[in-house]
């Protein structure tokens, strides 16, 4: 048993590390949202990985692929949102011009 509040107190470490690190001052940015959660989850899917796998490697390995799932998800769903939001752009930058062109319109009529 000590060896899983051995994880919870690496994992809880671990996440204060990465919630207080001053990712701006390194990056000149607030660090990515993806990127932060990336870091978030494997602060505490390691440290409990590697306890489970010194006790059944096979569900160690199971976490890994559900971990690496997820991200994949988060992932996946910022690429669509990236396409969403650029289409919508997209939309709007030529309703504009269609209100430009009828005002030049008018103006040459």
Not at 19 to 41: I, T
Request: a neutral charge; glycine letters at 8%; hydrophobic letters at 60%.
């Amino acid at each position: 048993m000590s060896g899983v509040w051995m994880a919870c107190i690496i994992a809880a470490l671990a996440e204060g590390f990465l919630h207080y690190f001053p990712w701006r001052l390194l990056l000149g940015k607030s660090l990515p949202r993806p990127v932060a959660y990336g870091l978030g989850v494997l602060a505490f899917a390691v440290p409990y990985g590697v306890w489970l796998w010194q006790r059944d490697p096979v569900a160690a390995m199971a976490l890994a692929a559900v971990v690496a799932a997820a991200g994949a998800a988060v992932v996946g769903l910022y690429a669509l949102d990236w396409v969403l939001d650029a289409a919508r752009a997209r939309k709007e930058a030529e309703a504009r011009e269609q209100v430009i062109r009828a005002a030049v319109l008018d103006e040459q009529a």
